[in-house]
């Protein structure tokens, strides 16, 4: 079974453009969360989709936006983005039907530079 | 103060030690989670517990609700074990949302 894919695998932007990174679970898993690592501090959530709706929100501006499609499949983007943004982007999918205690399997991740 | 607390930071061991990395939360949680995050970024899922210890290999992890703490072994360790370690809390048993990540502790196993 092929594993979470990430696309892309690196990105340089400039301050004020905007990205928007793609994130394939495997396939049967119906959640999808989004995971902002940096440096400073670390792995923060971002939010998690689960057929087509967000259910969960992390602490971040309204710049970060995501989404999901029919077939599972998401996106996030950022607008206007920020030197800050630079980071590596996560994405994890799960079976999405027993909450909190599935086993979340994470992709190779999608490395930002905001130049 | 994190609500997630990582120790140690950095670790260092010889190829065959024992290795503790230990885990303290001060949130009250549904599941404790294991990470492992090798050079380049990829993340793996280890462990994830709500009580008492699980096995895997040459990995143990064991958690105790009462001291909100866990600990994590690595036995006979190998530098291909070399990566950073993660503990994340999770804090209510509701969607993957509610995950309070510690910083990592960065493991580095001499041949």
């Known amino acids: 079974k092929a594993g979470v894919t990430q696309t892309p695998r690196y990105l340089i932007k400039t301050r004020g453009q905007q990205v928007t990174l793609s994130c394939s679970p495997i396939?049967?898993?119906?959640?999808v969360s989004w995971y902002q690592q940096t440096p400073g501090q670390g792995l923060q959530f971002l939010f998690e989709y689960f057929s087509e709706t967000q259910r969960n929100k992390g602490n971040f501006p309204g710049r970060f936006s995501g989404r999901q499609f029919s077939n599972s499949r998401s996106e996030m983007n950022v607008s206007t983005l920020e030197l800050g943004d630079s980071a590596l982007y996560l994405c994890a999918s799960s079976l999405g039907v027993s909450g909190s205690l599935e086993t979340q399997y994470f992709g190779p991740g999608t490395r930002l530079l905001v130049l | 103060k994190n609500e997630v607390e990582q120790s140690p930071q950095n670790l260092t061991a010889q190829e065959g030690e024992f290795i503790t990395i230990n885990c303290s939360y001060s949130?009250?949680?549904?599941?404790l989670h294991w990470l492992q995050q090798h050079p380049g970024g990829g993340i793996v899922s280890l462990f994830m517990?709500?009580?008492g210890k699980k096995k895997h290999g040459r990995l143990i992890a064991t958690i105790n609700i009462q001291e909100k703490h866990s600990s994590l072994h690595i036995t006979a360790s190998h530098p291909r074990d070399s990566a950073v370690y993660i503990c994340a809390a999770r804090t209510d048993g509701g969607s993957q949302g509610n995950l309070i990540f510690g910083k990592g502790t960065k493991l580095s196993v001499k041949p």
């Open positions: 949130v009250g949680i549904s599941a």
């Open positions: 517990l709500s009580s």
């Open positions: 396939s049967g898993h119906r959640s």
